[in-house]
């Protein structure tokens, strides 16, 4: 498996207040990624990096917002958190990211946040 | 962006028999194809993958072909066993990854 980890992997939180979720990873891939998944839809990309305080965002990404200091941590901050953010997110990484060179990612063991 | 469809949201097969997951894409640029199965609790891993220059792929049991010209790829499984019940996704990568909405798949024995 590749050395990817979540923290933390379970976590109640009232509304309005914020969140940081962290993930380590160990493989020194470049691009890291944050994602939720919701019944019905999948997973959805919230925010990415592609190296170190190199961030953009993804599809979902309001009320969301990112940090990359090290190579190694992506952190994932819910600046004030509201019902609508009750999800279960992935971290996820992978190394290339152009034609031809494209390789898989590999995804963490995930995070549930509740959000009462 | 990209747009990923997939089909069926729910699939029950008898053990032994075939499943076929199918998903389409919209961008033209997605050039990488990966299937991930997801059991619960866990994070998605991979199964297989197929680039844009391959038209089928074969692991085992397990097999994915595409058609560029028709943006469809399906994901194969023969033989199915109880183990195989799970949920699986499909994704479609041009400058970053797009997931399908997920197939639950139950092998009932």
């Known amino acids: 498996d590749a050395g990817i980890t979540q923290s933390p992997r379970h976590k109640v939180t009232e509304t309005g207040t914020p969140v940081t979720l962290r993930c380590h990873q160990t493989e020194n891939h470049r691009y890291m990624y944050w994602y939720r998944q919701d019944p019905g839809h999948g997973l959805r990309l919230i925010h990415y990096?592609?190296?170190?305080?190199?961030?953009d965002k993804g599809e979902v990404s309001d009320g969301y917002s990112v940090s990359r200091s090290k190579t190694e941590d992506f952190l994932l901050t819910l600046e004030s958190a509201t019902s609508s953010q009750t999800s279960v997110y992935f971290c996820a990484i992978s190394e290339h990211s152009g034609q031809g060179r494209d390789t898989e990612a590999f995804f963490g063991q995930g995070t549930r946040l509740t959000v009462v | 962006g990209e747009n990923v469809e997939q089909h069926p949201s729910t699939l029950s097969v008898q053990e032994g028999d075939s499943a076929v997951i199918k998903c389409t894409y919209s961008d033209s640029a997605s050039n990488y194809f990966p299937w991930y199965k997801q059991e619960l609790g866990k994070g998605p891993q991979l199964i297989i993958d197929i680039r844009s220059n391959v038209g089928e792929k074969k692991d085992q049991r397990i097999a994915v072909t595409l058609n560029k010209t028709a943006k469809h790829f399906s994901l194969h499984i023969t033989e199915t066993q109880p183990e195989d019940s799970a949920v699986y996704f499909c994704a479609a990568k041009g400058n970053q990854f797009y997931f399908g909405t997920g197939t639950s798949l139950t092998v009932i024995p």
């Open positions: 990096s592609y190296g170190v305080k190199d961030t």
